[in-house]
């Protein structure tokens, strides 16, 4: 694998049905070396840290192969980079291959994988679709967000290396299924809360939906 952009944004104004709202999703590429710290990215904020950011989410990282996929189920076609709000437009990052806790070397800047992005309805605003959102939930194609794990300096065009395969975990569309699609059940996400590099904030989604389906075996 290797980064095709790194794209990055300041907070900004935009207006939607009327209204006024701060958003960050709107990144752009830049050229130069950047860097990766367990805050994030260099030149990169977030408007919200309640749902962006912050240690377990510091990067936000996405395949290119995906632009295709949703180039034509939205009638488009879309090339540019940072189309969902990435940070890493990567060549080929696989949902399917890469499991939670798997870890990436990027020169000297060692990455691990997370959680699953869960996307709000600015998504839908930066595509232009009111049905984006649920889409892109369901279809398992979120990308991911990255733990800094020692910083590093990063370039567009350098290579990720896989370094670390977490064992007993699941992949990151096996968490976004049970996430947004398969949300009833009991065993997977019980087998989703003893993966120790899985983020807290996706834990208590999964306990909080145990706890209506009436499991407290592992609670």
Known sequence: MKILSINVSEPQKVTF???????SIYKKPVSNKVTV?????????????TVHGGYDKAVYAYSYTHYQTWSEKLNSDFKEYGLVGENLTIDDFDEDKIKIGDQFKINECLLQVSQPRIPCYKIGI????????KMFSQSG??????????????????????????????????????LFVDVKNIELMKQALDIKPLTEEIKEKF?????????????
Do not use: C, W
């Open 17 to 23: 049905n009327g209204k006024e709202l701060i958003t």
């Open 37 to 49: 710290s367990s805050q994030g990215i260099e030149g990169d904020r977030q408007a919200d840290l």
């Open 126 to 133: 930066k595509l232009n679709s009111r049905e984006f959102p």
């Open 141 to 178: 194609l979120l990308g991911s967000y990255l733990r800094v794990i020692h910083d590093g300096e990063i370039s567009p065009g350098d290579a990720i290396d896989k370094v670390h395969s977490e064992e007993n975990s699941m992949s990151i569309k096996d968490i976004a299924h049970l």
């Open 207 to 219: 306990r909080e939906r145990l706890m209506k389906l009436g499991d407290f075996s592992s609670l």
